[in-house]
Every structure is written in C-alpha cells, then in structure tokens.
C-alpha cells in the first residue's frame, strides 16, 4: 500500500486510534492532517510523531454544524486536493434507559448523534464534492462491534454506529462513478485512552475474555485495516464494513 504525497484528513486524530491511523498514513508517506476538537497537548504530540512530511493540526468539534465544510475548505487551502478522509472522531456515554432522567437521555443522543453520524454524513458531503473534481478518493468510516450486537449501557452510540454503517453502503452506491471508494471498519473494544477511563477493572476483565485472543485490539491493528480501506488496491471492496474484533462477535 503506497501513499506518497497523498493528502489525508484524519478526524479525532489526537490519540488513540486515530493516532495510530496518523503515524501509518505517514509512515508511508502521506501528507496528514490532524483534526482534533480541544486535546492540543495530544494533537501537538501526534503531530511529533509524524515522520518528516507536510502535516499540520485543525482544530475544531466536527459536531457542530458549520464545522465539516470549513475543515474540507481548510484543508484543501493547504493541499490543493483530498485523497482520504478517515471519519474517526466519536463521542460514547453511558445512558441506560431505566437508570437516566430523560433530560439526561436526549442529551446523550443528541451528542452521539451529531458527533457519531450527523458530523460523518456532513464530512462525507464536503469532502465527496473535492473529490470528485479530483476524479477519485478514498472515505474511510470507523464504526463498531455495537452497531450488530447492540449497546444496552449506550443505546445512542450502537445505533449511531448502525446509521453510520448504512450512510456509508448507500453513499459507497452514489459514489461509485466518481471513482471514490467508501469503506467501513468496525473494532471491538480497542485498547485506547478512552476505552480504559469508560471501564471499571471488572468490566475491562470481563471484557478481555469475550475475544479467545484474551486481550483488546491494538490501535495499530485498527488503523492497519484503515490503510487497506483506504488503499488502491481496496476500491472494488467499496461497502465493505470489515470488523477488528478478535472473534469477540461473529455476525452472519
């Protein structure tokens, strides 16, 4: 897989999988763009772990609504054409139905929401318009296990998922012409700062036995499926929704 002197916007770039996703795209040779929405210690130090290339930092929630276009805009100042955006950025809170006030239940799918799905449909937007004057392109959507196997803890963010999963197979249809691939990968629970603050040290243990691997999946595993997704070579598996999970959940 060869990306040199492609120019890629990665969202929720700071850390995690999306760090990870960074330093592959440029490890290969990539031009990246980091989008992060208030870590600035955690982009600068993404950013340092760059090999030498052309990257920079865009700051800004890609949730609110005004957002996606001005990131597209700004980064195509920079870099003239996008060949790959990776729509990493998502937001997971815990909001059991018979445990929240419902004032805490709307405010939970409204942010999981506009952040998990309502921002991707708007980035995928802008982006696809670039794109196609470029004659071709590369989306890449992260989603999860919870879109198949559902999320009683966070109902918001399984569903989120689920809507994601299907932007991304109906807009992979209307893409098609215009030589842009739209791929999906789905992780499991992913050994990242964010999965270990969200559990206890019971759920993490019960959670390291769903996989007969007895761990969580490396960040560096994930963005590796990235990559493929996002490679060349990948176009005709556009719709595809590959899962990273560890045979932790088998769908059909």
Same mark, same amino acid.
């Given at each position: 897989?060869?990306? @040199?002197? @492609?120019?890629?916007?990665?969202?929720?770039?700071?850390?995690?999988?999306?760090?990870?996703?960074?330093?592959?795209?440029?490890?290969?040779?990539?031009?990246?763009?980091?989008?992060?929405?208030?870590?600035?210690?955690?982009?600068?130090?993404?950013?340092?772990?760059? @090999?030498?290339?052309?990257?920079?930092?865009?700051?800004?929630?890609?949730?609110?609504?005004?957002?996606?276009?001005?990131?597209?805009?700004?980064?195509?100042?920079?870099?003239?054409?996008?060949?790959?955006?990776?729509?990493?950025?998502?937001?997971?809170?815990?909001?059991?139905?018979?445990?929240?006030?419902?004032?805490?239940?709307?405010?939970?799918?409204?942010?999981?929401?506009?952040?998990?799905?309502?921002?991707?449909?708007?980035?995928?937007?802008?982006?696809?318009?670039?794109?196609?004057?470029?004659?071709?392109?590369?989306?890449?959507?992260?989603?999860?296990?919870?879109?198949?196997?559902?999320?009683?803890?966070?109902?918001?963010?399984?569903?989120?998922?689920?809507?994601?999963?299907?932007?991304?197979?109906?807009?992979?249809?209307?893409?098609?012409?215009?030589?842009?691939?739209?791929?999906?990968?789905?992780?499991?629970?992913?050994?990242?700062?964010?999965? @270990?603050?969200?559990?206890?040290?019971?759920?993490?243990?019960?959670?390291?036995?769903?996989?007969?691997?007895?761990?969580?999946?490396?960040?560096?595993?994930?963005?590796?499926?990235?990559?493929?997704?996002?490679?060349?070579?990948?176009?005709?598996?556009?719709?595809?929704?590959?899962?990273?999970?560890?045979?932790?959940?088998?769908?059909?």
């Amino acid at each position: 897989m060869e990306f @040199k002197n @492609k120019n890629v916007l990665i969202t929720g770039g700071s850390k995690g999988i999306g760090r990870a996703t960074a330093i592959a795209f440029a490890n290969k040779g990539a031009n990246v763009a980091i989008n992060y929405k208030s870590d600035d210690l955690g982009a600068k130090e993404t950013l340092s772990l760059l @090999k030498k290339g052309n990257h920079m930092l865009l700051k800004g929630d890609v949730s609110d609504e005004g957002v996606p276009e001005v990131l597209i805009n700004d980064f195509i100042k920079k870099y003239k054409t996008l060949d790959v955006l990776i729509n990493n950025a998502g937001v997971a809170i815990f909001h059991e139905i018979d445990k929240v006030s419902f004032e805490d239940w709307k405010d939970a799918w409204q942010t999981t929401m506009n952040t998990n799905l309502i921002s991707v449909a708007n980035l995928c937007y802008w982006a696809s318009k670039e794109m196609i004057k470029n004659n071709g392109g590369r989306i890449v959507n992260v989603s999860s296990r919870g879109a198949f196997r559902g999320e009683p803890n966070m109902p918001a963010y399984g569903s989120s998922k689920a809507g994601l999963n299907s932007l991304s197979q109906s807009i992979a249809k209307s893409l098609a012409k215009y030589n842009i691939g739209v791929g999906v990968v789905a992780p499991g629970f992913t050994d990242t700062e964010m999965a @270990k603050s969200a559990l206890t040290d019971e759920e993490k243990e019960s959670l390291l036995l769903e996989s007969p691997f007895k761990r969580m999946a490396e960040p560096d595993e994930v963005a590796h499926t990235i990559l493929f997704l996002a490679s060349k070579q990948a176009l005709y598996t556009s719709g595809a929704i590959i899962d990273v999970n560890g045979a932790s959940y088998l769908r059909t």
